[in-house]
């Protein structure tokens, strides 16, 4: 309903905007989002990506809008994710690194993603200030 898509949307435009490093269930719209359809036996034309896939696109648009808006106010460096298993990767777009962690199969090597810390630009001092920030009611 709408109601519930605008109480989704209202949490997100929550995330603070020092956020460095977001980590969600849901992925952002198109970035690594698509799952397997059975019901799609055959491949099709999204009419979302323009892409041609058997699968439907489980990201939320409310989310990718607030981590693009995020990553241009250059703070936000890292999304991880899941919920889509057979995205199982990490990948650079709009400025940030975005790594989809679900694991689809039991041997699955976890994404192992290096940050330097001069990414993050800002003393622990401020980090430690904004702490508050990370719990929003």
């Known amino acids: 309903s709408a109601e519930s898509r605008q109480f989704i949307a209202?949490?997100?435009?929550?995330?603070?905007?020092?956020?460095?490093?977001?980590?969600?269930?849901?992925?952002?719209?198109?970035?690594?989002?698509?799952a397997y359809c059975p019901k799609r036996l055959e491949g099709y034309q999204c009419t979302l990506c323009g892409e041609f896939h058997?699968?439907?696109h489980w990201g939320s648009g409310d989310l990718r809008h607030r981590t693009r808006y995020l990553?241009?106010?250059?703070?936000?460096?890292?999304?991880?994710?899941?919920?889509?298993?057979?995205?199982?990767?990490?990948?650079?777009?709009?400025?940030?690194?975005?790594?989809?962690a679900s694991m689809p199969y039991r041997h699955q090597v976890p994404n192992i993603i290096d940050l330097p810390l001069s990414l993050f630009g800002s003393s622990t001092t401020d980090k430690k200030k904004d702490r508050k920030d990370c719990n929003p009611q």
């Open 10 to 34: 209202d949490k997100f435009n929550r995330i603070p905007e020092r956020t460095d490093i977001l980590v969600s269930h849901l992925p952002p719209a198109l970035v690594m989002d698509v």
């Open 54 to 56: 058997r699968g439907k």
């Open 71 to 100: 990553s241009s106010k250059h703070r936000l460096k890292l999304h991880c994710f899941g919920h889509v298993h057979e995205f199982h990767q990490v990948m650079n777009l709009d400025g940030m690194i975005y790594s989809n």
